[in-house]
């Protein structure tokens, strides 16, 4: 079993609709990050938290230390909003561990 | 800042032969992780360094694989000799680390293709 695990693996979804991206991890860590990749390539840090609640624009991360699980909503999604997140959890000081990433897809 | 800076953006290759990833991380940053992306593992952490020096290379898939940071401002990472199962995308990223909600900035990547 992977240490992290988002669901859902893929999630289409029309523009205006309230996105919900999970991420569940089975091993102590100092913190959690969500990335972005768009289909370019290129990785984009959106989020580090390590207890309660971050936003920024239309984006809001949260996480539950006991519950083992963050979540990465994003407001009035957008087809520019079409990427791939990944959760990525922090063991000891440094080292991070991948989720395989959610697909999402917004269409017009 | 332009950010880190990886060189090649791609490399095609032939099985056998030597490649030299190169990585160059925000200035002032003083740590430098290497990563690698296939459809099949996700994003894996290979090796990361602090202050140049190497902390854990536990992630290097095989003696063909080595890492080097000669200075603050230059990383590479190399495969000899190269094989088909080495193609994947290979991400430098860097981060300043002296508090704990450090930030990782990642490259662009670097697109490896053997054949």
């Known amino acids: 079993k992977n240490e992290v695990e988002q669901s859902p693996q893929n999630l289409t979804a029309q523009e205006g609709e309230f996105i919900t991206i999970n991420c569940s991890y089975s091993v102590g860590i100092s913190a959690l990050h969500w990335l972005q990749q768009h289909p370019g390539g290129g990785i984009v840090s959106l989020f580090m938290?390590?207890?309660g609640k971050k936003k920024h624009g239309r984006l809001i991360a949260t996480i539950n230390i006991q519950e083992k699980h963050s979540s990465l909503h994003i407001t009035a999604s957008h087809p520019r909003d079409s990427a791939v997140y990944i959760c990525?959890?922090?063991?000891?000081?440094?080292?991070?561990?991948f989720g395989q990433g959610t697909r999402l897809t917004i269409n017009p | 800042d332009a950010g880190v800076i990886q060189s090649p953006r791609h490399e095609v290759t032939e099985m056998g032969q030597e490649v030299t990833l190169r990585c160059k991380p925000i200035?002032?940053?003083?740590?430098l992780f290497w990563y690698r992306q296939t459809m099949m593992r996700g994003l894996e952490l290979l090796i990361y360094f602090n202050n140049n020096v190497p902390i854990d290379d536990s992630g290097m898939p095989e003696d063909r694989f080595s890492a080097k940071m000669p200075n603050a401002s230059f990383s590479t990472l190399k495969i000899q000799p190269s094989e088909p199962r080495d193609s994947a995308v290979y991400f430098c990223?860097?981060?300043?680390?002296?508090?704990?909600?450090?930030?990782?900035?990642f490259g662009p990547g670097t697109r490896l293709t053997v054949l």
């Open positions: 938290l390590s207890s």
């Open positions: 200035s002032g940053h003083n740590s």
């Open positions: 990525a959890v922090k063991k000891g000081a440094q080292k991070l561990v």
């Open positions: 990223a860097s981060s300043f680390w002296t508090v704990l909600l450090n930030e990782q900035f």
